[in-house]
C-alpha cells in the first residue's frame, strides 16, 4: 500500500511543481526554461533541470543580451508561443 502522502493531492508542493513542469519549454540557447501561460523564466541548472526556486518575469528577464543570445529557433519557439496565448 502507497503511503498516504503519495495519493493525489496530499504532497501539494509536488503537485505544484509538476503542474509547472509540464507547462515549461527549455531554451537551451540561454540556458533556461520558460512557462508560456504564465510568462515565467526559470534558469537551468547543470543537471538540466530548472530551478523552480527562481522564476524571473519573461518580459523584466529579456534584457537585450538575452533576446540577442537566443537561437534562431529559440526565438521562433518564443514567438509562436506568445502568440498562441494572446
Known amino acids: 500500500m502507497s503511503p ?3 495519493k493525489r ?3 501539494p508542493r509536488l503537485n505544484q511543481t509538476l503542474n ?3 507547462n ?3 531554451l537551451k540557447s540561454v540556458g533556461c526554461h520558460v512557462d508560456f501561460a504564465e510568462k515565467l523564466v526559470y534558469p537551468t541548472l547543470k543537471n538540466g533541470l ?3 526556486d527562481c522564476p524571473t518575469d519573461l518580459y523584466c528577464e ?3 543580451e538575452w533576446w540577442n543570445s537566443l537561437s ?3 526565438t ?3 514567438l509562436e508561443r506568445l502568440n498562441q496565448i494572446k
Do not use: R, Y
Open 72 to 74: 534562431p529557433n529559440d
Open 24 to 26: 515549461l519549454v527549455e
Open 62 to 64: 529579456g534584457s537585450e
Open 4 to 6: 498516504e502522502w503519495t
Open 50 to 52: 530548472p530551478d523552480l
Open 9 to 11: 493531492g496530499h504532497c
Open 76 to 78: 521562433l519557439s518564443i
Open 20 to 22: 509547472i513542469m509540464k
